[in-house]
Protein backbone atom coordinates (compact mmCIF):
# COMPACT_ATOMS: atom_id res chain seq x y z
CA UNK A 1 0.00 0.00 0.00
CA UNK A 2 2.65 2.43 0.90
CA UNK A 3 4.07 2.14 -2.59
CA UNK A 4 1.39 2.16 -4.28
CA UNK A 5 0.66 5.44 -2.68
CA UNK A 6 4.24 7.25 -3.22
CA UNK A 7 4.08 6.12 -6.82
CA UNK A 8 0.49 7.42 -7.12
CA UNK A 9 1.94 11.06 -5.37
CA UNK A 10 4.63 11.23 -7.22
CA UNK A 11 2.94 11.00 -10.88
CA UNK A 12 -0.36 13.13 -9.13
CA UNK A 13 2.53 15.60 -8.63
CA UNK A 14 4.57 15.57 -11.65
CA UNK A 15 1.15 16.33 -13.71
CA UNK A 16 0.28 19.14 -11.91
CA UNK A 17 -2.46 17.64 -10.32
CA UNK A 18 -1.76 18.36 -6.31
CA UNK A 19 0.44 20.62 -5.09
CA UNK A 20 4.19 20.00 -3.56
CA UNK A 21 3.00 20.87 0.24
CA UNK A 22 -0.49 19.08 -0.21
CA UNK A 23 -1.91 16.15 1.38
CA UNK A 24 -3.16 13.27 -0.79
CA UNK A 25 -3.87 10.28 1.38
CA UNK A 26 -5.16 9.72 4.51
CA UNK A 27 -3.57 7.93 7.23
CA UNK A 28 -2.70 3.92 6.72
CA UNK A 29 -5.95 2.89 4.71
CA UNK A 30 -8.16 -0.15 4.69
CA UNK A 31 -6.96 -3.60 3.48
CA UNK A 32 -9.74 -5.25 1.44
CA UNK A 33 -9.43 -8.43 0.35
CA UNK A 34 -11.28 -9.61 -3.18
CA UNK A 35 -11.50 -13.18 -3.56
CA UNK A 36 -13.68 -13.21 -6.44
CA UNK A 37 -14.13 -11.79 -9.67
CA UNK A 38 -17.28 -9.72 -8.41
CA UNK A 39 -15.52 -8.65 -5.48
CA UNK A 40 -12.96 -7.19 -7.67
CA UNK A 41 -15.63 -5.10 -9.95
CA UNK A 42 -17.57 -4.30 -7.15
CA UNK A 43 -14.15 -2.42 -6.01
CA UNK A 44 -13.57 -1.15 -9.32
CA UNK A 45 -16.81 0.67 -9.85
CA UNK A 46 -16.47 2.14 -6.52
CA UNK A 47 -13.42 3.52 -7.55
CA UNK A 48 -14.39 5.05 -11.21
CA UNK A 49 -18.03 6.00 -9.98
CA UNK A 50 -18.46 5.96 -6.30
CA UNK A 51 -16.59 8.80 -4.94
CA UNK A 52 -17.59 12.29 -4.24
CA UNK A 53 -15.01 13.70 -6.55
CA UNK A 54 -16.70 17.39 -5.81
CA UNK A 55 -15.03 18.04 -2.20
Same mark, same amino acid.
Given at each position: ???????? &? +?? %?????? /? @? #??? =???????? &? +?? %?????? /? @? #??? =???????????
Amino acid at each position: MGTCKAWG &T +RR %LRDAGI /V @A #ATQ =AVWTRHGS &T +RY %LWKEAD /V @A #AAL =AYVEEGQDVSR
